[in-house]
């Protein structure tokens, strides 16, 4: 009897852990050269367009103490000052709180558009704070090309995000 | 485990992201306050994941350079056609490059030209590209017992690509010259003419603080230069370009976008430095 308890266990205790694991090692993987064109972008958008979804449908999954991790993995990966998307991930976490109720039984189309909006509030506050904290004006190319990336990747993320959500990350097959 | 009521488990729940939400804003201070605390963690991180990446990046390499290369198959044809013409030019080059350096060594002979020492050097590996939106830098391992290496200087087989900037116990971050922090100063031409190249997070760095009267030509060679003392004199850089009128840009030798491996050179360590010091 002991085992199988020790078993299922284990078991809940991987799907608690599939979602914030994943990002970590998609984001390590991120890193090896010449994988795919705009990586730091890619890498950005994959991150926010998955707190977003885990917020959404299965906020247990992304406690915030392991959202602020992933943000500071994510600036000492990226090299941006540190700390800046701990907060900024924090804060889609916190906005996500509040309308959560409202959208979790809205369609695909309605989630992803809200999306956009999210990318753009976070992609202009991530801009500011650059350039308050190095005190310059920075080259808006970028940042742009990264908030398109990460609209785009959304849907991409979603059809693999679904079915984790569904499969391996509940723990309620366990 | 400690069992607290329902109330007072909810209220808590509450309290995390708040809580953590002040945390990191205090993280962002800190750092700021702090310029090494981020450097430490992030030498700290890439050292823990350097074999991470190197079993994660040797696959990928695989498939590029080896014969899973499927592109390459179709450019074959190609590509032996631009290197027989290149090769032809290359044999030119050589005999001009022989008689050279018979005369540089003439000329030498007759000045008593005390040459300068050959810096010690090592290839290192690409292993990750670390660049973020605003940075242009890339991950290399480095041997184990390698002393500090920072301020080494990186080219690939074509010209310089930039400069270590941070140095663990088997990783090194070299910031690139197309960096928005990148300065690098540069001579321009055969008189050389003295000017810094300036990053700008694009593939062609800026030509800054150039003489008015003497503006950097189209085509005209840019080397490095000794002032400032981390470059030494005459490591080749690109070739300057103008993109727009009195905007002097270079195009860099190296292939700045799929580097793989690159040479360290270390032009302010002495060989023998290492073993004085060791020895009281």
Redesign the interface.
Known sequence: MEGVEFWRGLDRVARHALPAVSIAIVM??L?????VPL???VR?GFVMASVYFWSLYRPAAL???L??VL???L??????????W??LL??E??AM?TIRRALVRRGFLMVWLVFAGFVAVLTAAEYAA?AV?DLAM??PA??LA?GIVTILIYPLLAVALIRAHRGAAAPEQA | MLRLSIPVRQALSRLTLPVMLIVSLGLVLAGRADRHLGDTLRTGLDDALTPLYRAAAAPVAEVEQGRGAIGDWFRLHADNARLVAENDQLKRWRAVALALAAQNDALKSQLHFVPTPTPNFFAARVIADLGGLYARSVLVTIPRDAHDIVNAIAMDGSGVVGRVVQSGARSARVLLITDLNSRVPVAIGQHGARAIMEGQNSATPRLIYWAPGNPPREGQIVLTSAVGGVFPYGLPVGTVHYDGKNDPVVRPFAGMTRLRVLRLFEYDHQPGADVAAATP
Do not use: H, M, Y
């Open positions: 390590i993987l890193a090896i050269p010449g994988l990586q730091a972008g950005v406690p915030a103490p959202v602020a943000g500071v993995l600036d000492l990966l990226g090299a941006s000052p540190l700390g800046l701990a907060v924090l804060l976490q916190a709180a650059r904290l920075l080259p970028p940042i990264q």
